[in-house]
């Protein structure tokens, strides 16, 4: 059983993201407009980049700053976390995304809702608003999202203190790639507490099945391919 603290350092770090993140968005749209531009999708991406870079640097070593029921639930299937304090992350990191968009909602009430606080409005036309190509965006970007997590944070020959740079910085890549395609959730949390709070539930299902998939296949391949051998020949 973890310490309680990490429930609650799971809440702030995922309350940063969707706080960041989105705000990033919204400020994004006023800047440079509707229609996606090249500094509007770099903007998205340094947003969403530095907040999760930052949170882990905060909170990696109290919880393991997971802020993604993506990511918690392959540290499960791989005994990386206990079942129980598995559910306790994944719970907290909603709480956090719902009270972050709680928040953007209360101080940017007419922006907030011009944008629904998030760009996740399903598979775009550059992907001919196809469910499975969007599906596989999502799932493909999810699994190099947690490969780097398991190579560069749970890896025992990982090197020490890059982790944070690392996963802020594929993270940045995905938006980079997967903002024009699918909105680049590669997080339920991401997506749900803005759903939540405005009302916007379309696709909603994707952004949890294929971040979740994605997720998996790259927990197992990486734990029992590369962080089991690095155990064993430690």
Sequence with gaps: MVNPRAYLAEA????????FGPLSVILAIASFGEELTTMSVLFISLGHGGAIALMIYAFGHVSGAHINPAVTIPMMITRKIGIADGIGYIISQLIGAVAAAATLKAILPELGAKVNFATQGGPSDLL???????????AVLTFFLVTVI?????HKKASPGWHGFTIGGM???VHLIGVPLTGASVNPARTFGPALISGFWEFHWLYWAAPIVGGIIAGLIMNYVFVKQAEKEA
């Design 12 to 19: 702030i770090s995922t309350y940063g993201l969707v706080f």
């Design 128 to 138: 001919n608003n196809s469910i499975g190509s969007g599906f596989a965006v999502e």
């Design 150 to 154: 398991f190579m560069s944070a749970v």
């Design 171 to 173: 993270v940045f890549l």
